[in-house]
Structures are given as C-alpha cells and as structure tokens.
C-alpha cells in the first residue's frame, strides 16, 4: 500500500501537480503496471526528459528530471522562407519546455515548406545552446539548396489525346526558361492528387465514362535534384448518349414538360458535367413548383455493344430535411459572408444535395482557395443537417510587370505595363486593380473596383478611374481624363446584363507640332526652312488648306467633356475564359451621350465569338467572329470624334485608323462598321507546348462608312460601303506577361486610300 508519494528533482514544476498527473493516491495498493501508467502519463506532459519510479516500503519515489525551457528559436541559412513563415510552420516556441522528439519534427516540418516551394533537396538540422536558468537556446541550421524541378512529365496508356494535350490540362508544368516567373514547376504531392482529379473530369466530360488513372508516380533523381513524373492511365471507350428520359414519381410534376432543362441530348458525345448542368437545372425547375423536397437522381444504363449511355433523370421526393446551419472552417482571410453567400440554400431551408454542390463549385471558381471541400454533419433533430465547408485559402494577390511593343492604337511602340491586383481584397471578395502603362509616347493610369455582391445582391457593382496620355500619333496628342460606374445582374447563368454611367474630357492638339498649313496646291508652307503650324487663331489671307479641315476645326474646339449611359447584354458559356476551347460568347449595347457635357449621339454595338474543339488529338481549335456598329447623331451635328475609328482591330493587315472615310488622306472615321473573321489555332509542331507557343491561321473582312453632316467639305474619300478582306497567320504566345501575338497578314482587297500593315504585334484578345 501506498502511504506516501515523494517527489526528487522537480525544480518548476510543483510536486502536488506531479502527484496529481501520477493518479495514485496514498491508501491505494499500485501495482507495477499502475507505476508504469503514471510514469507513460508524466512523459506524455513533455515536461521532463527523464523519469523514474519505485517502491520503497509505503513510499512511492518518483524523480525527473525537467526539460529545458526555450529561451529563443533561431533560424539560420533561411533566405526563400521568411523567419515569421518557418516559425509558423514548427511545434518549438519560446518560454515553452524543449522537447527533442519536438525539435526532430520541426526538422521535418522545415524540409516539408522547402518542398513546397520547389527546394527539395534542403539540408535541415537542429542543435541546442544552453543558457542560463535551465534555458537553452534552439537553432535551426538550414542549407535551402537548389530548386528541384520537374524534368519530365510523361503519360503511359493515353491514345486520344497526345501527352502534349493532357500536360496543358494539369497545372504541373515542366521547368523551362520561364519557369522562375511561373513558379509552376514545382513538385507537389497534393497537386499531383489535384491533377488526377482535373483529368478525370477532362476525360469524364468528352465521352470516357469508364476512364481511370492506374498510377502516377513522382520519382527524385537526388543526384540531378529532378522529378520524373508518370501518370498511367486507361482511357476506356468513348460514350455517347442513348436514349434520355425523365421519370417523376412525384404526383404533379411531368418529366416531359421539364425537358427542355436538359443539357443532354441523344447522339451527343457523353459528358459528365452536362449531367450536372441538368441535374441543377432539373432541381431548380422542381422547386420553383413548389416541391422543395423532391430529389433528381440521374441512373446511367451503358450499352457496351454500341458504346452509348442511356440518361434516366428520376425525380423522387426525398427526406424532409433542413439545413440547421452553414459552417465554415479554415478561412483565415477570407470573411465566413462572403463563402456563405455562394449557396443559393440557408439556414433552415430545405436541404438539397444539387445546390449544396453548386456552391462548391461556385467557390472553386472564385480562385481564392486551394481546395474547397464540402461535407454533412447530423443536426440536433433527425431532419436536421449541417453544412460543413472546409478552405484552404490561397494567396490571391498579384504584383505583375508586364511589357511588349504594339504597332496598332493609340499605344503602339514599347509599352510596359506594372500593376497590382487583388482579388479578394481585405477578405471581403472585393476585386482591386491599379495600374500604369509607360509608352515611348504614352502614359495610362487605370484603377478599377468591383464589389461582386452589391447590397447583399448577386449584383456586380464597381468603378473605374482611368486616364491616357498619347502623343504617339502622327498629327496630334490625345489626352482622356475619366471614369465610369457601373452595375451587373446576371439573369441566367449564362446571361449578364450591365449598365454604366461614363463621364470623360477629352483634349486633343496639344503642343504636338504635327498640324501644318497647305496651300491650294496642297504644299507645305515654310518660312525658314520651318513649316508653318496651324493654329487655330490664325486667319490667313489668302485662304490656306490643312491636311484635314475637320480635324483641325475638331482639335480647336477641344477640350470636350462626354456624359453617357451605357447598357449591354451578354451571352457567355465558354468553357475556359483565359483559353477558350468551346463556347460562344456575344454582346450587343449601345451608348447614350447626351447627359449633359459636350457630346450628344446614340452608339450601337454587337459582336459574337463562337469558339469549337475541331480536333481534340491535335488540339485545333475553330473560331468564327462577327460584329458591327452604328453611331447616329441625337440633335446636333456629330463629332468626328465621336466616329468609329477602325482599321487592324477589325481587318488585320490595315494599320490603325487604316481603312475607312479619309480627307486628304488622314482618318476621319465613319458611323456605320462591320466586320467577320474566321481562324484555326494549334499547337506548334516540333514545339513544346510549355513555352506557350501557338499557331494561328485567319480570313477578315470588313468595312467602314459613312459620315456626317459633310456637306462642303473637299478631299473627303470612303463614304461608301466597299469590302476590306485579307488572310494571313500568326504566332501567339502565352508569355508570363500576358498573352502576345505577332500577326502576317496579306490585304486581298483594299482601296487606294486605305494604309495596309502586313506586320502588326501586340497583345492578344481572343474575344
């Protein structure tokens, strides 16, 4: 029995506080194996790096001897990972007791962030140094070696698709030139297991129901610090629809009449994301009439003979059940408002798995989370249900330089451009940009606001504040000063509607020396060996002719001031807006001026891409491209300025402001343009697909007229419709400064007066 417990070499921690982790009390007979216990449970504390305990007599003898106290954590060698970052990342902390077991994970812990960013092959060690009162300074020595890189990324079992094909469907990369801007070569365990997902949903959504990944494997050369990435794959056949129907057990709704919700059609090829498209569109139809409850479910039947997948969408009605609340776990930035409001169900509305999902992809696509993932939990009652959303957030800041040379618009020559963009800004999902671009002859400050969540609204409201310096123009500077307020409602998933107020000054002329006086012979005058610069407070005698009457008259009412309003509509459903494969995207809108300032016209636009996969083993892609305008008068004459000025923008191989009316050879723009084009992109062969290279083959044909209130005026050409067309290639490339395109293009019918460029480069807009 034991009648009392003895405490040796304890020196801050009390005995009683020994006694009391040790839970053997005096008058209680221990035995070897309750000794044993109390000895694992003072070890498991972390306070003591030694313990022992015995029996002598009615006497419990237990000694310790303490651990160290950490006086300070220090890292040393570290120059890619910030102290704040690795002291994040280890389990030691000052005025805490040392621990080796501790400091030898912390070792791991360092090497693991090492890997993370691509240092593989970083050495990581840890020693102590004592210090006074039982203190002992921990010093982490790290040599961060080498990025390891990605040498090759290989696939086995792949025939569809070309390894070329699947390496721009994952984001590993293999290192290349521009890999230390990218920063997209760098192993990792958890984006590998990303990728296997990407592809499958790559492969599951152009027919191959049955594909799956055997194995991908990561092998490290240590010798050369670089992976070997395998990714093996069985494709499996290719699917496409049988028949599709809609069952409804639930008494008041017809399959037949929801039919048209469906993005799945018989003979198309099998995808598994239209499924999910309809199952959205099915469920919310479905409620909208009332049954809160009911539940689709889609029932594939696969006929392996004729490779097709027969679609029963069954429409049952499900557990009354309820979600009793959303909760949001591992959003250190990001506000718990701003992921809940991606779900279209709340608190105590009736839970649906479909919607629930929605919202997962809905906060996938906002870009701020590595990984989002949503999971239920049981409530307090039966028909209850817990939403739990588990983020990991992700940095969503950017600081970009970017730059090129351009030979079209009003920025043509060296450009470059710095920015900083943040896309969930202060955690609220608020987009900030600013910016400013440095031409040779150009300057341009920009800075932008969007509040994607207006009033609590799925409205997108925001800013801009803009203004450009341009003097790059062969007869006269041009200086915008403005900005607009603008407001977005979508009204489909596939429809957006805007409208915006704009407001901008306008000066044009000044100090550019460009602008000289022609006498009637249509001669330079010279005084000095010096042209002579008009002006527009000189009145010679006998009348003297510039080289655009109308632009000077324009340039010397400058400034001008224009308040409009601005509405569109817009049709969107590619599938990837950076890099479109399939998809069409549309937009009609017009412009009203009028609104006080010195402009007063109605402005009429459309324009329409549709994109297609031509071939998904070589990856060419279609696109076809069409649009126009109109800009009318409202009361008062037109400006010039308020004319459309087009040229390689809707015909390549014109220059800027080269096609279109002209007086006596300069620009002077017209009301009314048209314009369609059709081109082929595709990899380049011979050509590793991560240096972001393209190809391009393209036809254009367009025209601009038409002018106003002309009447009197000399010189003037072009007022008449006459077809521009040319064909030519090109070269795109996504460089890491934004996506660049050199074009060649060859005018196949153009007028007299029109300027051609067969060469033009720049960056690129695909719609």
């Known amino acids: 029995m034991v009648n009392r417990i003895e405490v040796r070499g304890n020196q801050r921690v009390d005995a009683e506080t020994v006694r009391n982790i040790v839970q053997i009390r005096t008058g209680q007979n221990a035995s070897d194996a309750d000794v044993d216990a109390a000895v694992t449970r003072l070890f498991a504390t972390g306070l003591f790096s030694d313990v022992r305990a015995r029996q002598s007599g009615g006497t419990l003898v237990v000694e310790v001897d303490e651990n160290q106290i950490v006086g300070e954590v220090v890292f040393q060698g570290n120059n890619k990972i910030k102290n704040e970052q690795l002291a994040a990342s280890v389990q030691t902390a000052t005025r805490e007791p040392y621990n080796a077991s501790t400091a030898q994970a912390d070792v791991e812990a360092i090497r693991a962030a090492y890997t993370r960013i691509g240092r593989s092959d970083a050495v990581v060690s840890v020693r102590t140094i004592p210090a006074e009162g039982n203190r002992v300074n921990v010093v982490f020595d790290i040599q961060e070696g080498d990025r390891t890189k990605i040498e090759s990324?290989?696939?086995?079992?792949?025939?569809?698709?070309?390894?070329?094909?699947?390496?721009?469907?994952i984001?590993?990369?293999?290192?290349?030139?521009?890999?230390?801007?990218?920063?997209?070569?760098?192993?990792?365990?958890?984006?590998?297991?990303?990728?296997?997902?990407t592809l499958r949903r790559f492969y599951y959504n152009r027919g191959y129901a049955d594909f799956r990944i055997v194995s991908s494997v990561a092998e490290l050369d240590a010798s050369k610090?670089?992976?070997?990435?395998?990714?093996?794959?069985?494709?499996?056949?290719?699917?496409?629809?049988?028949n599709i129907n809609i069952d409804s057990t639930v008494p008041g709704i017809d399959g037949e009449e929801l039919r048209k919700e469906l993005k799945t059609r018989t003979g198309d090829v099998y995808s598994a994301e239209q499924i999910e498209d309809s199952l959205v569109e099915l469920t919310n139809a479905v409620a909208n009439r009332g049954y809160a409850f009911a539940q689709v479910t889609p029932r594939g039947d696969r006929d392996f003979a004729n490779n097709t997948i027969s679609i029963d969408y069954v429409i049952d009605q499900g557990p009354r059940a309820y979600v009793e609340r959303i909760e949001v776990r591992g959003n250190t930035k990001t506000r718990d408002y701003v992921i809940r409001r991606e779900f279209d169900v709340s608190e105590g509305d009736a839970f649906n798995q479909v919607l629930v999902q929605r919202a997962k992809k809905r906060?996938?696509?906002?870009?701020?989370?590595?990984?989002?993932n949503v999971s239920t939990a049981p409530g307090s009652q039966p028909d209850r249900v817990v939403v739990v959303v588990q983020v990991d957030e992700q940095s969503t800041g950017e600081f970009s330089v970017g730059g090129g040379y351009t030979t079209g618009g009003e920025n043509s020559g060296p450009v470059a451009e710095v920015s900083v963009t943040e896309r969930n800004f202060l955690g609220r999902g608020q987009f900030v940009k600013v910016s400013a671009g440095f031409g040779e002859e150009t300057r341009s400050y920009n800075l932008s606001f969007t509040e994607p969540y207006f009033l609590g609204r799925r409205l997108a409201a925001g800013f801009d504040i803009y203004r450009t310096e341009n003097s790059s123009s062969s007869a006269y500077d041009i200086t915008r000063t403005g900005g607009a307020l603008r407001l977005a409602a979508p009204i489909t998933e596939d429809l957006t509607a805007q409208?915006?107020?704009?407001?901008?000054?306008?000066?044009?002329?000044?100090?550019?020396?460009?602008?000289?006086?022609?006498?009637?012979?249509?001669?330079?005058?010279?005084?000095?060996?010096?042209?002579?610069?008009f002006n527009c407070s000189n009145s010679p005698t006998p009348p003297l002719y510039t080289l655009s009457s109308i632009i000077n008259e324009a340039i010397c009412d400058?400034?001008?001031?224009?308040?409009?309003?601005?509405?569109?509509?817009?049709?969107?459903?590619?599938?990837?807006?950076?890099?479109?494969?399939?998809?069409?995207?549309?937009?009609?809108?017009?412009?009203?001026?009028?609104?006080?300032?010195?402009a007063s016209f109605i402005r009429t636009t459309a324009r329409a891409s549709w994109f297609s996969l031509l071939s998904e083993e070589y990856d060419l892609i279609g696109q076809v491209s069409g649009g126009g305008g109109n800009v009318s008068a409202l009361g008062d004459d037109l400006r010039v300025f308020d004319n459309f000025f087009k040229g390689q923008d809707i015909v390549r191989g014109f220059k800027y402001q080269g096609l279109g009316p002209r007086q006596n050879g300069v620009a002077i723009g017209g009301t009314n343009y048209v314009n369609a084009s059709a081109e082929a992109t595709f990899p380049l062969p011979l050509v590793s697909r991560d240096f972001g290279f393209r190809g391009a083959a393209f036809a254009d044909a367009g025209s601009l007229w038409g002018l106003d209130n002309t009447e009197g005026q000399l010189g003037i050409e072009g007022e008449d419709f006459a077809l521009r067309a040319s064909a030519g290639v090109g070269l795109i490339w996504a460089s890491p400064f934004g996506p660049l395109r050199v074009n060649y293009a060859v005018p196949l019918a153009k007028e007299d007066y029109d300027r051609t460029q067969e060469f033009s480069f720049g960056f690129s807009s695909r719609f």
């Open 363 to 372: 906060l996938e696509s906002l870009r701020f989370f590595k990984t989002v």
């Open 225 to 242: 610090n670089q992976y070997f990435v395998t990714i093996t794959v069985d494709e499996g056949e290719r699917y496409t629809y049988g």
């Open 171 to 197: 984001s590993l990369r293999e290192s290349g030139i521009f890999s230390f801007l990218q920063r997209n070569d760098i192993y990792d365990e958890d984006r590998l297991r990303a990728d296997e997902e």
């Open 499 to 533: 409208i915006a107020y704009n407001y901008k000054e306008e000066t044009f002329g000044d100090d550019k020396g460009g602008i000289y006086q022609y006498d009637a012979n249509g001669l330079p005058i010279v005084v000095n060996g010096v042209p002579v610069q």
């Open 153 to 169: 990324i290989n696939f086995v079992g792949n025939n569809a698709f070309g390894d070329g094909r699947l390496k721009e469907v």
């Open 558 to 598: 400058s400034p001008y001031s224009t308040s409009s309003v601005s509405y569109a509509l817009t049709y969107n459903t590619l599938d990837n807006q950076q890099d479109p494969r399939n998809g069409i995207f549309a937009q009609v809108g017009q412009e009203v001026a009028g609104l006080g300032g010195d």
